[in-house]
């Protein structure tokens, strides 16, 4: 599968837009669209898979590895392969755009912001190409997509400064409609605030699919197939909340726990009950919105009677709040969680950290043995007091985790991090491996 990257100038040039805009160019140029996101981002892709129809690739080097990214990729579908860039282009020190770009070996369309220029957008745009020759780094900038931008003299001013070797890939038009609502964390997510297909196709008529198509280009395919790709050997039975408090989790990980074990899922903002399971796992979301419903959702407290009995339970950040005693939101509102893990967690006016994380494990746990090292990625706007006994597995070689040196909050068989976890990191493997012995 062909495919290129879509990277931007700085952050908030409309990346995520520009993507959206473009998968619906594609597709009425005839084209099966795989969506993609550099880096460890939740929000973006669930705005992809609204658009394209299926779940978007996360393809982090630092989570995942070059090999694992490459291989991420070549397990998506389609005729072609539109992966949206993080922040600025070269921004981001170890899973960049640019590095993502470079690991894939495919080309990359520049997204400008043409609101408030011509000729010198065009002059950004070469300085974009020619730094990557400067720096010695493998980045083929083919070209331009040029955002909030207007037809006639405004988009011509800045096809035509364009100098040879940048070519004009079209504009999205500044439409009050082509905008999606941001809170902490980002923007709303896909299914919540979907943009309308109309729209979308309207724009999508000023982008040429069919040039875009001719630039993209295949990457290289890994020699290892990755523990992904091994054959389960067992079938534990995983209960993973998913509802609206519990979105945040990569497609990679999905698949490793489909292709393992027996998944059920489960709603707890809704009213359901735990299913009997081997083993939890909570991912991340918004359950500082949902504190009322948590705090009187039936599956909560039968996870406290699931966890004392020593069935696994992985907690990550939003999981990690839910298996909490409390949780405070930024009203001062009081709600009670699990129970499981002694702590108080209470959310914040601005977030707390945002980084990629390295854990090493200072014991085992239901993710590691003691000596294994997870790469991982925080961003929460919550801060946890825990209890002074209170017992971690991780010791932080990088990031904040929950107190700045310390990750994995821990009892019984259960987990709770700040940390996201991609399943190249092995976490998941051991999860499952524990809850095959239930």
Not at 14 to 43: C, H, M, N, W
Not at 348 to 356: E, F, M, N, S
Request: charged residues 25%; negative net charge; glycine residues 12%.
């Amino acid at each position: 599968m062909e495919g290129f990257v879509l990277a931007g100038t700085e952050s908030g040039v409309g990346k995520t837009v520009a993507t959206l805009v473009t998968i619906r160019a594609l597709e009425s140029a005839g084209l099966s669209v795989q969506p993609a996101k550099a880096g460890s981002d939740f929000i973006d892709p669930s705005h992809h898979a609204v658009v394209a129809g299926k779940p978007s690739r996360t393809l982090d080097t630092w989570l995942e590895g070059d090999d694992g990214v490459c291989r991420n990729y070549h397990r998506g579908s389609g005729d072609i392969c539109v992966v949206e860039g993080v922040m600025g282009l070269y921004d981001g020190d170890h899973s960049s755009t640019a590095a993502v770009a470079e690991t894939l070996d495919v080309p990359v369309v520049l997204v400008v912001d043409g609101s408030g220029g011509m000729e010198s957008v065009a002059a950004t745009a070469y300085g974009f190409q020619q730094y990557a020759a400067q720096a010695d780094r493998n980045i083929d900038v083919v070209g331009v997509l040029s955002q909030q931008t207007h037809g006639g003299r405004h988009e011509s001013g800045i096809r035509d400064a364009l100098p040879d070797g940048l070519q004009y890939f079209g504009r999205i038009p500044p439409l009050s409609e082509l905008s999606i609502p941001e809170r902490h964390l980002g923007l709303h997510m896909g299914e919540e605030s979907p943009l309308d297909t109309a729209v979308l196709d309207e724009a999508a008529t000023h982008i040429d699919g069919d040039a875009l198509a001719s630039v993209a280009r295949e990457p290289p395919r890994p020699d290892s197939a990755g523990g992904l790709d091994d054959q389960p050997t067992d079938t534990p039975r995983i209960a993973v909340a998913r509802d609206s408090a519990f979105r945040f989790i990569y497609p990679g990980v999905s698949e490793r726990l489909e292709q393992r074990a027996d998944v059920v899922t489960f709603a707890p903002t809704d009213g359901d009950d735990l299913p009997a399971c081997d083993g939890v796992y909570l991912p991340g979301g918004y359950p500082e919105l949902h504190g009322s419903e948590l705090a009187t959702s039936p599956a909560l407290s039968t996870i406290a009677d699931r966890a004392a009995e020593g069935v696994p339970i992985l907690g990550e950040c939003g999981g990690l709040m839910a298996l909490s005693e409390r949780l405070t939101t930024t009203a001062g509102e009081s709600h009670e969680m699990a129970g499981v893990l002694p702590a108080r967690v209470e959310m914040c006016d601005r977030y707390q950290a945002l980084d990629h994380v390295e854990l090493r494990a200072q014991t085992d746990t239901v993710t590691a043995a003691a000596g294994d090292t997870h790469r991982g990625h925080e961003f929460h706007y919550s801060g946890a007091t825990v209890d002074r006994d209170a017992t971690f597995a991780f010791e932080m070689a990088r990031g904040d985790g929950i107190d700045g040196d310390r990750d994995g909050l821990t009892e019984y068989q259960t987990l709770g991090t700040y940390s996201h976890l991609h399943a190249e990191s092995g976490a998941f493997d051991t999860f499952l491996d524990r809850a095959s012995k239930q």
